[in-house]
């Protein structure tokens, strides 16, 4: 049994859904209220000190911070590795992009909008410059590529899939990106449990009406 303790709204934890969909692992979904403050209880804090989601336990086995669920999902249950690959050229790349998810591009998001969004702060033009420098350098990282690491979809590509649609919701304009914009459009019909994804953000984008 795969536990999963996240929050539909969470890109995070949207990647981790859409992945485990790719390699066909049935989570057992157990819903965190952290308004609640149900993350803090001493029972979670068992099973992560951190007190952060995604969570997965694994028969026992626990693990949080999304991009490394990601890759153990494909790891342990993958029947290929065509979403995390074994040759170490490819599997650079791609773990590259996955730290520029998480330092820049999602950094820029949770910067830029979680003030606004939870603490009521006034928009902060600097670190919206951050997110159309992350823009930037994702719209030269895709051109003449389908793909965001390699000529194939990988677990990189759903983990910023996941960080993209979250900026949709946010209203953000990814069309003045076009490079990034025609692998968004792409990438919502090649990856599994994009559907689910979507009514995760549809969640969150009650923050943004």
Not at 43 to 52: A, V
Not at 57 to 66: I, R
Not at 117 to 146: C, M, S
Not at 160 to 189: C, G, H, M, Q, R
Request: charged content about 20%.
């Amino acid at each position: 049994m795969v536990d999963f303790y996240y929050q539909p709204g969470s890109s995070p934890c949207r990647s981790v859904i859409m992945v485990a969909k790719a390699v066909g692992v049935q989570l057992n979904k157990k819903l965190l209220n952290l308004q609640a403050g149900e993350q803090l209880t001493p029972e979670f804090l068992k099973i992560n000190p951190q007190h952060t989601i995604p969570t997965l336990v694994d028969n026992g086995f626990a693990l949080w911070e999304s991009r490394a669920i990601l890759v153990y999902l494909v790891e342990k249950y993958g029947k290929t590795d065509s979403l995390y690959p074994k040759c170490p050229k490819k599997r650079a790349l791609i773990n590259q992009k996955l730290y520029f998810d998480i330092g820049t591009l999602y950094q820029s998001f949770a910067n830029y909008y979680y003030p606004q969004v939870f603490a009521n702060a006034p928009a902060d033009p600097e670190a919206f410059k951050k997110i159309e420098a992350a823009f930037e350098l994702l719209n030269t990282f895709l051109e003449g590529q389908t793909y965001v690491a390699g000529d194939s979809l990988t677990v990189a590509d759903i983990a910023i899939l996941a960080t993209v649609s979250s900026f949709e919701v946010a209203k953000f304009d990814i069309s003045k990106y076009p490079n990034v914009n025609k692998w968004y459009e792409n990438a919502k019909k090649v990856t599994p449990g994009w559907d689910e994804n979507w009514a995760g953000c549809l969640e969150f984008k009650k923050y943004f009406d």
